[in-house]
């Protein structure tokens, strides 16, 4: 989503070159579920340049996309290498969520995990304004709601919200992020370099820290979506990024 301009090839190269170990196709520009030869290509593309897939970006709102939508993205994240789906949590925020709007998002979720699982992958909600995700607490809720396993969730800073109500939001739902989306907008969507809220992303690593499952940093809305900051920018998250324990099998 970073450099929509850029091939997939071409972005693959430069990402691999700014020392980014992982990366988040999306299904909107880059690899399109639709377009299988699309896909194969993405695919070889991200293992030439020494990169993984861990998730796919897809637009699937669950309440409100189809189905069958689910299964299309669901195949086309297998194609990519992906370990998991982002989807999102419906098209309304919680506040105006009806009863209905509700059940029908828990729907579509547990159908998507299903598929998902079928696939060995996994699910996880975008953690956005304007769906059933635009909380903490409504993530929880949400969670619990759909009862699977196979359901997780991403993180990005609240527009406009200060460092120490987000990183006290993350500390809440932080043992069910899997992903978190990096990016510094401040004030509003004012795109700023990542280091520019170096109180908040040294905040947000030292709670994720804390959790044993390694969660993915992805970085994203680089400033002027300018290909030639990304090395700054990467240099910027590898510092933040909190590196993930030492297995049992590494200590040998």
């Known amino acids: 989503m970073t450099f929509r301009q850029l091939t997939a090839r071409r972005l693959a190269e430069r990402a691999a ?6 990366i988040e196709w ?25 990169l ?29 290498g992906a370990t998991r789906v982002r989807v999102w949590a419906g098209a309304v925020g919680t506040a105006d969520a009806s009863v209905a709007d509700t059940a029908l998002v828990v729907r579509g979720l547990r159908r998507a ?13 975008e953690f956005h304004a304007g769906t059933l995700a635009d909380s903490p607490e409504s993530v929880l809720h949400l969670i619990e709601a759909v009862d699977r396993p196979g359901l997780a969730s991403y993180w ?15 500390a809440l739902m932080a043992d069910h992020v899997v992903a978190l989306h990096a990016f510094s907008w401040w004030p509003g969507q004012e795109r700023r370099p990542l280091a520019e809220r ?27 979506d ?27």
Do not use: K
Not at 41 to 47: G, Y
Not at 234 to 252: C, G, I, N, V, Y
């Open 52 to 80: 993984r897939c861990h998730s796919y970006g897809s637009y699937f709102r669950a309440g409100a996309s189809p189905d069958s939508e689910a299964v299309d993205i669901v195949r086309a994240a297998a194609v990519l």
């Open 226 to 252: 300018d290909p030639a900051s990304l090395a700054r920018e990467a240099r910027s998250l590898r510092f933040f990024r909190p590196q993930a324990a030492p297995s049992r099998e590494d200590d040998r």
């Open 198 to 224: 170096d109180r908040l992303w040294r905040a947000v690593a030292e709670v994720l820290t804390q959790r044993e499952r390694d969660i993915d940093w992805l970085l994203e809305f680089v400033p002027g």
């Open 156 to 170: 990005q800073p609240p527009v406009g919200m200060g460092d120490d109500e987000a990183v006290a939001g993350l």
């Open 26 to 50: 999306g299904a909107d520009v880059h690899a399109p579920p639709s377009e299988p030869n699309v896909l194969t290509d993405v695919a070889a593309a991200t293992e030439q340049h020494g």
């Open 17 to 22: 070159r700014a020392g980014l170990e992982v």
């Open 113 to 125: 995990v299903e598929v998902a699982t079928d696939h060995g992958l996994e699910i996880a909600t």
